[in-house]
């Protein structure tokens, strides 16, 4: 089972980034994902959660209105679109899938 984050960067306030999760090894249309983000020195946090039927979603209340997750079955990859970012959106990005989770991808807002 591997989980592998990518698109993270540098973005100005404001700004949009989209990351992607690769995901392998398990039946990835059959399992809700899940984004979740930390700061050093903090606890992990939840951001967004997508059912594997129905692809309902739900979100840290934090991002609603801004953040957008969702998946591509055929590609076994899951997204989060993010919108409108602020530098409190700067942490490392993770996605998971129950106890697994990725290598994680770091985000920066900034001017």
């Known amino acids: 089972v591997q989980l592998v984050e990518s698109g993270g960067g540098l973005v100005q306030p404001g700004g949009s980034l989209r990351l992607s999760c690769a995901a392998s090894?398990?039946?990835?249309?059959?399992?809700?994902m899940n984004w979740a983000r930390q700061v050093p020195g903090k606890e992990r946090e939840f951001v967004a959660g997508?059912?594997?039927?129905?692809?309902?979603?739900n979100y840290a209340d934090s991002v609603k209105g801004r953040f957008t997750i969702s998946r591509d079955d055929a590609k076994n990859t899951a997204y989060l679109q993010m919108n409108n970012l602020k530098p409190e959106d700067t942490a490392v990005y993770y996605c998971?899938?129950?106890?697994?989770w990725g290598q994680g991808t770091q985000v920066t807002v900034s001017s």
């Open positions: 998971n899938r129950g106890a697994v």
């Open positions: 090894g398990f039946t990835f249309s059959r399992t809700v």
């Open positions: 997508i059912s594997d039927v129905g692809g309902s979603t």
